[in-house]
């Protein structure tokens, strides 16, 4: 019942769009970008994000759309612009047979495949660890239980996040991974270059083709070490990819920043760049044409912006994020009530400053865990001898191919159980799961489940004992439905002493 079908149905889509539309081709799968195909996507995208972000934009272009866009520079026809930003016009479009321009259908082609990549990033490519396989693969089917769709989708499972920093100098109010303020970078000097190496090394073995998708920040900012750029080298040497980055100063070191969008560029990957403020497009919009921006998403999160900041970390149940909904008008929104996280990592978050390791997946945010993560293990190291031996056990203890005799066995808390005559119903925010068996009643094994009283060797004795389900079967049966994130896996309960 896996539910990680998302890079088959959207290279489907895509497939079908490109036959739809002549004139769209791939950008992420060409050798060769054509300037002029190029050139319009980039500004269609750069309107996209001045209009997201600038209040004052949206108000002067619902005016006099012709004079705005001159004002702005924006290189993109009105018909466009409002094509890509008013609800309306598209609907008058579409009731009058009117289609989207070539440049409209080429930046939804370059979006559509952008969530490709980020699907092949989840599902092709994959630890080289069976176990760290099945266990991620479990954790990916229980977000998608948990947590509502869209966010599931865009949740990658990466196998390590790396903090080069003891916290972040940045402080936004509305840090999803409550950073705290910088105190110290961990800085490349021979011997840090050989930890650091020989750390990147081990990682290799366990997390297989994922590793090219990790990220060298977490709750830290890559720009706020000097010697980021040299730390990233080595990750390329070694997993053969340039890592992924996300920054709030951008705008810091323009030079610096300049040389990071060519290398997107180059690569064809994306980076991102938190917008905190109108002054800070200003000025990234002022030194990067929109094609040097072509594959760096700007995440516009200042005030003005259209952008709802999570429900999460710094941002959890505050005044200032309850003020933005309303702002938004968010009439869904509910500060104590969430169903999304940032979290993207399931696997090891290490910081490299403080030499610790924890084994963390995502989760939705609440009082305990605002973050919108699980934290299964923390442990310290003082060695790489020592860092080896505590991935290795978390793999171990941890990443379960099976469910053991001994672990407890409940239903995913996110799900609620409804008992059928032969079948039972598990419902979900988002779906209503139906569970049955071929060889017995699976009514009579939920409602066990579902009094969570037993661990799988007492369920499973007990049906044999009590209703002559054969081990052999109701085995299977409970591995099954452990595997696809029906089981409470949250720390404090699956993994308690």
Known sequence: MSRNTDLKKLTEEFSTFLKTNK????IFCSDQLDENYISQVSNTKRFVERFVADAEFRYLFDINPTETLKKYKQKITVVDAKYLSDEDFIKKCKKSGIEPSVSVLRYKAFILEGQIERAKMREKDQ????????WRKRQSNRCYIDIKPQTAKEIVHIPFG?????????????CGLTAKRKTKDFLYSDENKKTWRDILSHLAKIGGTACKNSSLYWATDPFDNSDYEKFAADFRDIFGAIPRLTTALATKEIERTRRITKQAFDNKIIHRFSI??????????????????????????NNESQTMVGNIGKAYGTKKIIKKAEQLKKTDFNAKNQ??????????????VNSTVKLVTPCLPNNKNKDGYWILKSSKFKSVKQFKQ?????????????????????????VEFEPGVSSFKLLSKNKIYKINSKVFNATTIGNH??????????LAIHCEEEHNIKL?????????????GFFNEEPHFFHKS
């Not at 790396?162 to 509305?174: A, N, P």
């Open 23 to 26: 004139k769209c081709k791939s």
């Open 127 to 134: 630890p080289s660890i069976n176990s760290f396989k099945i």
């Open 162 to 174: 790396i903090e080069l920093s003891d916290g972040c100098s940045v402080g936004c109010w509305f």
């Open 276 to 301: 905190l403020s109108l002054s800070m497009l200003n000025t990234i919009h002022e030194n990067f044409t929109a094609e040097e921006l072509l594959f760096v998403f700007l995440i516009t999160q």
């Open 339 to 352: 169903n999304h996280t940032i979290a993207c990592l399931t696997g090891f978050l290490i910081n490299m």
């Open 390 to 414: 505590i991935i290795d056990e978390m793999v171990n203890n941890y990443m379960l191919e099976f469910i053991e005799p001994l672990k407890p066995v409940a239903f995913n808390p996110q």
């Open 449 to 458: 489940i579902n009094s969570n009283t037993y661990n799988l060797s007492q």
């Open 472 to 484: 052999k079967d109701s085995i299977p049966f409970l591995n099954s439905l452990f595997q696809d």
